[in-house]
């Protein structure tokens, strides 16, 4: 079992930047692969990023690719999610979610663990 806690969203202008931080329980984070989902009001969770269990493998939805960048401190259990160039469209809920395996790919129902999200708002 594993436990995530995200951190770091908040209100930025379109252009700014925010990293957002995941924090897990346990002793065995090296074991999990990570991803960042997001959530705006009235649509679907969708996919943002993805890191295998090593961080040597990351993934990036088209809509993220070149701004957003996704790493991970295995020393300090914790998944990162910088942010660059926000948009307005980039507002959503986001979460972090982790699974039992070398890698977890771009679907939700991949992974078995989420944390309880954190909002991030981008004004035009």
């Known amino acids: 079992q594993v436990q995530l806690v995200e951190s770091g969203g908040g209100l930025v202008q379109a252009g700014g930047s925010l990293r957002l931080s995941c924090a897990a329980s346990g002793r065995t984070f090296s074991s999990y692969a990570m991803g960042w989902f997001r959530q705006a009001p009235g649509k679907e969770r969708e996919f943002v990023a993805a890191?295998?269990?090593?961080?040597?493998?990351?993934y990036y939805a088209d809509s993220v690719k070149g701004r957003f960048t996704i790493s991970r401190d295995n020393a300090k259990n914790t998944v990162y999610l910088q942010m660059n160039s926000l948009k307005p469209e980039d507002t959503a809920v986001y979460y972090c979610?982790?699974?039992?395996?070398?890698?977890?790919?771009?679907?939700?129902?991949?992974?078995?663990?989420w944390g309880q999200g954190t909002q991030v708002t981008v004004s035009s």
């Open positions: 890191i295998s269990w090593s961080g040597g493998n990351t």
């Open positions: 979610a982790a699974v039992g395996s070398s890698w977890g790919g771009i679907f939700a129902d991949g992974y078995d663990y």
